[in-house]
T-cell receptor, first 112, second 115 residues
Framework: DGGITQSPKYLFRKEGQNVTLSCEQN?????MYWYRQDPGQGLRLIYYSQIVNDFQKGDIAEGYSVSREKKESFPLTVTSAQKNPTAFYLC???????????FGPGTRLTVL | AQKVTQAQTEISVVEKEDVTLDCVYE???????LFWYKQPPSGELVFLIR??????QNEISGRYSWNFQKSTSSFNFTITASQVVDSAVYFCALSSTGGGNKLTFGTGTQLKVEL
């Protein structure tokens, strides 16, 4: 079945550690996105990529990094520079020339 | 800058009641897109509908209906004869062409449907 997968579902990190969240899609979508969700809030855009080897900062990119080496994959690294990384992270993708984004199941990151 | 406001933080209804979720948006773009997503307790966002700014026709899909009014910058969502399975957080979102079609989300409305 086509879809978006994110792993792991739950992730625990010690302060000062970098951690990488995986996002893979087999929908042949061109654009991919990373959002962060905090309790009681809407989603905020971290990074997005419209094409392989290119990505743009979103509204809250500080402390995060991404890569887009393959069309199917858009991993997000949460670095130690991110002051408050505990949150729910959602990856999404969008087919070119269409506007709706489709989301993966999310990764819940907790910093201990 | 774009903005989406969902003033209703939480709504509780009894099963079979009708319920309307409000969404008000702000944008300077003449072409834009409005969306509703459902987030059940599992966390994944489920796409429900997209509306183009040049199409104000209301839409009905089963028990769901959407009312888009450009004059009041609103895109409200009504669930008719609500069911317990409708319990979720519902998000309204806005995007424009260009700039990566980024979504601007409202803060969501938690809907609780009780027996």
């Amino acid at each position: 079945d086509g879809g978006i997968t994110q792993s792991p579902k739950y992730l625990f990190r010690k302060e000062g550690q970098n951690v990488t969240l995986s996002c893979e899609q087999n929908l042949n979508h061109d654009a991919m996105y990373w959002y962060r969700q905090d309790p009681g809030q809407g989603l905020r855009l971290i990074y997005y990529s419209q094409i392989v080897n290119d990505f743009q900062k979103g509204d809250i990119a500080e402390g995060y990094s991404v890569s887009r080496e393959k069309k199917e994959s858009f991993p997000l690294t949460v670095t130690s520079a991110q002051k408050n990384p505990t949150a729910f992270y959602l990856c999404a993708s969008r087919r070119d020339n269409y506007n709706e984004q489709f989301f993966g199941p999310g990764t819940r990151l907790t910093v201990l | 800058a774009q903005k989406v406001t969902q003033a209703q933080t939480e709504i509780s209804v009894v099963e079979k009641e009708d319920v309307t979720l409000d969404c008000v948006y702000e944008t300077r773009d003449t072409t834009y897109y409005l969306f509703w997503y459902k987030q059940p307790p599992s966390g994944e966002l489920v796409f429900l509908i997209r509306r183009n700014s040049f199409d104000e026709q209301n839409e009905i899909s089963g028990r769901y209906s959407w009312n888009f009014q450009k004059s009041t910058s609103s895109f409200n969502f009504t669930i008719t004869a609500s069911q317990v399975v409708d319990s979720a957080v519902y998000f309204c979102a806005l995007s424009s062409t260009g700039g990566g079609n980024k979504l601007t989300f409202g803060t969501g409305t938690q809907l609780k449907v009780e027996l």
